[in-house]
């Protein structure tokens, strides 16, 4: 297990407004996506201008290989396709698509009670697996597909926290354990072999190893950990603390290895004008974004430890993703049973001249003064 999952790579997405680098790091790339209200908003990474899309009320983004986004309206039971090329809804589906993609761009699983494997993007079940999932919060693939975490819970915990690991090779749910605490969210090391455990109740983030969750350290936090992730090296764990006083700090804790063994090499403070409620770091590593309460975003510069830029909502984000559209993967197909509405535009794959895809250029809304 512990040799798919060391494997893993934490890719999130994140936002930026305005100047968002510091004179030693190179600029953020990618799309970040929020899900606001009714809409899910694409933020453009330079200038912080907005494209709001009406997708009816959305939780959680799922973000798919070739620069797709799926999401999920529990509400209406549809799903808006958003294509992160051309910037809008190509497709809307009936009922829930909320598809996990480990670095195997022609399939991935989905949760509803089993775990199932489908072929992308024909959707032809390849596996299914008894696994009793009832309420997943958080998905963690590894990059092969192998193996998957599952953390469990409702949004107010009422349920108790649980989490379980399949082996989606031997079709097996190795282990669902009851997890002490208040585990909001979950993050994963593969070059340190450590599962961090934001735990909101006890006030710290508890180190695990993932195969077994054999306690291996715990790092305090000053107030309520929301939410926590490793950049793409797994050396820096970046925790968004709710201090309880309106507003919040993030926590940067840095680690090596060595002939001793993880040791914690420094630790960072960053102030938060407002109390935090997710966190994405950067496709690159660099930075990491912090959705505040609200509805603004706040952009840190890991290297230079500093706010570089932040950006406006309407309302507090449900989920924030930072998104790489130019990740490759295969051309949806139409999914929906009846025409894609004109208005919706058409999917297209990347291509290197921009004249010849038809596309028109989005009409990006500026950002306030």
């Not at 797709?68 to 509400?75: E, K, N, Q, R, Y």
């Not at 379980?164 to 979950?186: A, C, E, F, M």
């Not at 309520?224 to 309106?246: C, E, N, S």
């Amino acid at each position: 297990m512990m040799q798919h999952l060391s494997r893993f790579v934490v890719v999130v997405i994140a936002l930026f407004a305005g100047t968002l680098c510091s004179a030693k790091a190179k600029p953020p790339t990618g799309v970040l996506a929020a899900s606001v209200g009714n809409s899910v908003i694409l933020v453009e990474p330079t200038s912080g201008r907005t494209i709001t899309l009406e997708t009816g009320p959305v939780g959680w983004l799922f973000p798919a290989p070739g620069g797709v986004l799926f999401a999920p309206d529990v509400i209406n039971s549809q799903t808006s396709v958003i294509s992160l090329l051309s910037l809008a809804i190509v497709d809307r589906l009936d009922g829930l698509t909320m598809p996990h993609f480990s670095a195997n761009p022609d399939r991935y699983t989905a949760i509803a009670d089993d775990v199932v494997t489908l072929s992308y993007p024909d959707r032809a079940v390849i596996k299914r697996i008894s696994a009793k999932i009832v309420h997943p919060w958080q998905v963690i693939m590894a990059p092969d597909g192998a193996a998957m975490l599952i953390l469990e819970r409702l949004p107010d915990g009422s349920t108790g926290t649980h989490m379980s690991t399949v082996n989606l090779i031997t079709s097996q749910v190795v282990y669902r354990r009851l997890l002490p605490g208040d585990i909001r969210h979950i993050s994963l090391s593969p070059q340190l072999g450590l599962l961090a455990l934001a735990d909101a109740e006890n006030n710290q983030v508890h180190l695990v190893e993932p195969a077994t969750l054999a306690p291996m350290a715990a790092r305090p936090t000053p107030g309520q950990p929301i939410d926590v992730a490793f950049t793409l090296d797994g050396k820096t764990m970046a925790t968004a603390v709710d201090t309880g006083d309106g507003a919040g700090i993030l926590d940067l804790a840095h680690f090596k290895t060595g002939k001793k063994g993880m040791q914690l090499k420094k630790t960072h403070s960053i102030p938060l004008s407002a109390a935090p409620v997710r966190l994405a770091a950067s496709p690159g590593g660099k930075y990491v974004a912090i959705a505040l309460d609200g509805g603004s975003v706040a952009v840190v510069d890991i290297e230079g430890r500093v706010i570089t830029g932040t950006g406006a909502l309407p309302d507090t984000p449900r989920d924030l993703r930072w998104c790489d559209p130019t990740r490759e993967g295969p051309m949806i197909a139409d999914w929906s049973d009846g025409e894609v509405p004109a208005e919706f535009g058409t999917f297209v794959p990347k291509v290197k001249d921009d004249k010849s895809s038809g596309l028109e250029e989005p009409v990006w809304k500026k950002p306030p003064d």
